[in-house]
């Protein structure tokens, strides 16, 4: 089962080793706390499933909003630690590039303050692999640091809503760079949950109490791109 809050876009959802079961989500961030719980309970009634056929609970760790991640990793852990289930924390970062099929992909996510929260990924087979570290700063900082790390990478395909912002610096920066569809650019449960069944299935259970959210604020750039 996978949950993501991070957000104005919550969902649950349900995976098995064929792919998607089920997902429900709503776009009303307000109403996190008083929708998920209720939707796991709907998600496992429109397959016919009870709370026992969930095997393992992934949950969106962020960068994201403070409420909105503290929300959903409160009711993952929750639902792990009644159930004594395995559980993982899903960068979400990593579940909005994995909804994009291209050799590499920019994401962008609006951090506020005129920043945005982003990352740079090769896709190698069925992985990804991150070509930038997590980073938050102004634009035009990522958009170099992306610049400088994909040179040498073909196919780049940027996908996150801080697009709806800055994409041409982003583009400017990288030539032959597009934009996904912003039907992409929102965290999906799906992914979360897929890329956790993963996790949990190569040992990767992490202690429910190190289940902990980044919330995209970071050390000065300086110290992330180790200028």
Known sequence: MGVESATGAASVALVDG???????HVRQPERSLEWL????????????????????????VGPGSFTGLRVGIATAVG??????LPACGVPTLEAL?????APTVGVVVDARRGEVAAALFQRCGERLVRVVEELVAAPHRVAEV????GEALDGCVL?????????????????????ADAVLWSPRAALVAWLGRQRLLEGGSQQLAHIQPWYSRTPAFSEVSGS
Not at 146 to 149: P, V
């Open 18 to 24: 064929a792919g998607l079961l089920a997902e429900r």
């Open 37 to 60: 719980a209720p939707a796991i309970c709907g998600l496992l009634q429109d397959v016919g499933l009870g709370p026992e056929a969930v095997e393992g609970v992934a949950v969106s």
């Open 79 to 84: 639902w792990a630690r009644a159930r004594q």
């Open 97 to 101: 590039a994995a909804a994009v099929e």
């Open 146 to 149: 992306f610049r400088k790390a």
């Open 159 to 179: 996908v996150g809503d801080g697009l709806a912002r800055w994409a041409e610096v982003f583009t400017g920066a990288l030539p032959g760079a597009c934009v």
